[in-house]
């Protein structure tokens, strides 16, 4: 099985690599905005600001907050039918439904109640075991950080 590099996403975590196959094909715009806040360096060093057992781990945000984004404009929302499973990588938002902009979250367990109202961009493939080891919390007290974001075509 040959991977598609230009659209695989290598997160390296503190305890190791996480490979996340985007998906162009549900979600363009969000796909193409990882791609270059990615390719930016906009996620090395962004923390994991919000850790839920059970439910998701959520960053993207460079103040760590969980209030910001990047200087680009929100995403219109892309909601499509990809169920919110375990390694499903989705979009944060606020109320607003084209509020997106670098904020995603990683599912831990079935949140399928988040199904068509955020919009799936991605999937993990390898290293799901990294995620789970993420400090928990919101915030963790010492929170766990993303140490580099590559598109494998680039690495």
Not at 128 to 140: I, R, S, Y
């Amino acid at each position: 099985m040959s991977a598609d590099l230009e659209n695989t996403l290598i997160l390296t975590l503190e305890s190791g690599p996480v490979t996340i196959k985007l998906r162009p094909d549900l979600a363009p715009g969000h796909v193409a905005r990882i791609k270059e806040l990615v390719r930016e360096g906009f996620y090395d060093g962004v923390v994991f600001h919000r850790v839920i057992p059970g439910f998701m781990a959520q960053g993207g945000d460079p103040s760590g907050t969980g209030r910001g984004g990047s200087d680009k404009p929100d995403l219109k929302a892309e909601f499509n039918d990809e169920p919110h499973v375990r390694g499903v990588v989705s979009m944060a938002r606020t109320p607003n439904p084209d509020s997106a902009n670098s904020q995603f979250f990683i599912v831990f367990d079935d949140a399928t109640f988040l199904d068509k109202q955020y919009t799936v961009w991605g999937q993990v493939t390898e290293g799901m075991e990294h995620v789970d080891a993420l400090p928990k919390g919101e915030p963790p007290r010492a929170p766990g950080k993303i140490i580099s974001a590559k598109i494998a075509a680039d690495a």
